[in-house]
């Protein structure tokens, strides 16, 4: 899979790249005692933690390309890569002088990460049962109104669509789930780019948002939000 994704507002001088790499958890392309090799200390300990040993497995495939695929992209060792976190625990990079920034994310056995040059969030999600309740709660009245105005047998991949979207623009923020999902709106009307129309936060600018929906696995729903005015390149393809 290389994947560009062509809109009107897509390519061109002036654009900004945003890049997502998906990759199995249960199944990545390296082994895992390469992998382990690239973890610190602390990233060790923290898999450790977990009880269940597929989830450990998991969490070590996806720490470890997020150090392989950054890696490449400032020119050094995975090993060497040192990271920092916001107050909500966003990580960034330590040390390279804000080189790119970057958000990984995951979902069931499938890892993403999105890099770019402007601040971004990434959310990938496995398409399983709508949840009404969830969608009332979290999405703004708008939002409701726009999943109740489709057809039936549309709604689930939908609630998918927007969810994504919705996480990955509370992650490019930094907050996550501290912010209120319901605090803005997206408008959904155009499949792969949706549009943020109104945001309730402290001097938001709904214009410097541009919000891409992807397909990252059959299956799976995806969407990445970047901070910027200026159009996107987006590209996605597998970490091999
Ligand atoms: C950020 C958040 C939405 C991620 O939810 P999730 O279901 O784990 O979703 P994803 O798989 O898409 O993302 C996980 C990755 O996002 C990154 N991440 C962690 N915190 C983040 C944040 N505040 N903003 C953006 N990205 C974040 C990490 O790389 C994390 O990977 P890891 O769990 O392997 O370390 C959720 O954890 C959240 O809302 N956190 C903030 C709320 C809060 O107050 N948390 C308390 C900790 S300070």
New binding site residues.
Partial sequence: MNASYASGQTGGAGAVSADVWVWSLDDPPRPEAVMLGWLSAEEIARADRFRFPNLRRR?IA??AG?RSLLAAQVGAAPDALAFG???????FLLGQDGACTF?????EGLGALAVSSAEL????ELISRFHEGVARDRFSSMENAALEALPEDQRNDAFYRFWTAK?AV?????????LASNSFTIDFADRETPQLVEARWPEADTAAWQVRAFDPHPGFAGAVAIRTARPVRLSVDYWA
């Fill in positions: 969490w996806a720490r997020m976190a916001g107050r909500k625990g966003k990580p958000n990984l994310s995951h979902s969030g990434v959310d990938i996480e509370l992650k490019a923020l930094g907050t996550g789930f501290s």
